[in-house]
């Protein structure tokens, strides 16, 4: 019998459960991120009410194929957490998030940790950079309670595009930040994602799996950062003043 051959009806004991091993694994460890974990990150923070509820900006992507929501409660009124949104963007405030991961993505985003007065001035049509090759613009923008932003980007580029186009490869979304008042001195923090992809059957379960936990990260991050300032200041302005001392 040739060297390595098998007896007719003979079987290699362990190759098969190897083999099988092999496949069970991933599997089981993407069934569990899609009916344990993937849910929770979706709607990080957010209560079911909130995440299943209609927000201002969602009619600017009527079909949107993916979705999320994320929320926090800052301990200061919206009049205070405002700031920190107007002056968001690359070349601006930064994002608030992670300041050593933009950099390691190439995005040259320096977060601050104050209010910025030259930073103060946004409406309705102004661009917030996401890196050096553009961002979304301003779709609507109410003081104290809305700042929704609106774009269509080319997912091979990271460039702008006309939101009418039609050319493909491209993702149309929208990026909605929603303060509510808890009480006279608490807002509650809602971040919603609707994103559309074209073309569809493509990109639709490629860039989710691709970015989702990317996103994820800084988007928590992002809230958690201006939950930190926003706080931060509302006690430093609450603070009483120290008396001259001399």
Not at 116 to 135: K, T
Not at 155 to 174: G, K
Not at 191 to 214: H, Q
Request: glycine share 8%.
């Amino acid at each position: 019998m040739p060297p390595g051959s098998t007896r007719p009806g003979h079987v290699v004991r362990g190759s098969a459960p190897r083999g099988l091993a092999r496949l069970l694994v991933p599997l089981l460890i993407v069934t569990g991120y899609g009916l344990l974990a993937r849910p929770r990150l979706l709607c990080w923070g957010a209560t079911r009410a909130e995440a299943a509820g209609a927000l201002p900006g969602d009619e600017l992507v009527p079909k949107a194929g993916y979705r999320t929501t994320r929320a926090v409660t800052i301990a200061a009124p919206p009049d205070a957490v405002w700031p920190w949104l107007v002056q968001l963007g690359q070349g601006r405030a930064g994002f608030y998030t992670y300041d050593r991961l933009e950099r390691l993505a190439g995005a040259a985003i320096h977060n601050v940790d104050h209010v910025v007065p030259e930073l103060q001035q946004l409406a309705v049509g102004d661009v917030v950079p996401l890196s050096p090759v553009g961002g979304p613009t301003v779709a609507r923008f109410e003081p104290n309670r809305l700042l929704v932003l609106h774009d269509r980007m080319d997912v091979r580029t990271a460039r702008s595009l006309p939101i009418s186009s039609s050319q493909p490869y491209t993702v149309h979304w929208t990026w909605a930040f929603v303060l509510r008042p808890v009480g006279d001195s608490a807002t509650r923090l809602l971040l919603r994602l609707r994103a559309s992809f074209v073309p569809r059957r493509r990109l639709a379960p490629l860039i989710p799996t691709l970015f989702e936990p990317a996103v994820f990260i800084m988007e928590r991050g992002m809230l958690r950062g201006i939950r930190a300032r926003a706080t931060r200041a509302a006690v430093a302005s609450a603070a009483p003043a120290r008396p001259d001392v001399g």
